[in-house]
Structure formats: C-alpha cells, structure tokens
C-alpha cells in the first residue's frame, strides 16, 4: 500500500470498519510474520476494509486481488485500487497465467494476499461457485490459506468474522506435477481442492454451498 493510503487505513477507514464489527472469532488462527493467503465470502466492497482492520498490524503486506473488467470500475474504483497497492485482474483479457506468477512472486515477498473465490459480491444465503485460482495459488506457492467468514449480526449492521484454522496443501502440492500436464486431470484437481477451502468458508459465514464439481 502507498504511505498516505496506510495512514489514512489506520487513522480513519479501519477505526470506522471496527465501530461496525461486532465480533472476530478466530483470530489466533492468523498466522505471524509468514506470507498465506486469505480466503473469503464477499458480502459487499465494505469486505476489504473488515478484513483490513483485522490485519491492521501488516497494512503494509496486504494485497487484495480486485477485478477492473469495465470503465465504470476504472472510474470509480481506479484510485483506490491504485492507492492501496492492488492485485488489479481484467478477467476478460484472459491472463490468468501472468497474474498467477504476479501473486505468488507477492507471496514469495512476505505479502498478505486476500481473494474472494466467488468472484463476485454475495449477499444471498448460498455461496456462489467457487474460482480455483485460490487453490492453483495454494498448490504452486506452499503457502496455507486461511479460511475467512463474514456475516451480518442478526437485526444489525454490524459484522461478525469468523477466522478458520490454516487449510495446508502439502500432501497434494506432490501430486501437482502429475497433474499438470493433463487439463481435464488437472481441473479436476484444482477444483476438489477449491470445494475443500469453500466448504470451510461456508462453515464459517454460515451460508451452504452447493457445488461438488
């Protein structure tokens, strides 16, 4: 994130998301001083500055993955993305390969990096489909992810965020070479490993999930 954009997180915009959470459950489960990933539900954009205020400590190291497909997100979120140091993606573009090698390079750099595998903001009562690049990421940088739940507290406007346990891939990382060279195989692979991360997210937002495959 840049200088001024820390500051304004830490004097401002977190102590405004904290006035507003009602409780954080979970968070010994936060790895210290390591690079992982974050893993969440995505109620609406108010996401990032609950999950910011929660890893206050790192301001610095976090990097949220955000989508920029139109000009209306250019327009109206461009600086924003630009100030706090954004993994920006046009999924249009289809290049999904670079930013793989972009995030984990982040990864390989100590950096906090947070992604919301539905893709889209949700705020019905099911989970939407889950992206496998959260797991392709996991797979190819060794690094846990941490299941992350938010919800609204009932009658209120308030948030609660529950953080789950690290969800570690070692076992499968020595799979993923026989995996890669076959994309059916390989799909497959990602999405499994992508259901197993949406089913915690799932426990801890407290919304079902659908999907097996």
Not at 28 to 47: R, V, Y
Not at 97 to 119: A, D, R, S, T, Y
Not at 150 to 177: Q, T
């Amino acid at each position: 994130m840049k200088t001024f954009f820390v500051y304004l997180c830490k004097l401002f915009l977190f102590p405004v998301a904290g006035l507003f959470t009602r409780e954080i459950k979970g968070k010994e489960n936060i790895p210290k001083g390591n690079s992982f990933i974050i893993a969440s539900n995505h109620i609406n954009s108010l996401d990032y500055w609950f999950i910011g205020d929660i890893l206050k400590e790192r301001t610095r190291d976090l990097r949220f993955v955000a989508a920029m497909d139109n000009l209306k997100t250019l327009l109206q979120s461009g600086l924003l993305y630009y100030s706090s140091g954004a993994i920006v993606i046009n999924r249009k573009r289809g290049e999904r390969e670079g930013i793989i090698k972009k995030i984990i390079k982040n990864l390989e750099n100590k950096k906090i990096v947070v992604l919301f595998p539905e893709g889209n903001t949700n705020s019905r009562k099911k989970l939407l489909k889950g992206k496998t690049g959260v797991a392709e990421l996991a797979l190819k940088s060794g690094v846990p992810v941490i299941p992350f739940g938010i919800r609204k507290a009932e009658n209120s406007l308030k948030r609660i965020i529950e953080i789950g346990k690290p969800l570690c891939f070692s076992e499968e990382r020595k799979l993923l070479n026989q995996t890669e060279n076959n994309q059916e195989k390989y799909h497959m692979f990602l999405r499994d490993i992508t259901n197993k991360i949406m089913q915690e997210i799932s426990k801890l937002s407290q919304k079902s999930y659908i999907y097996d495959n």
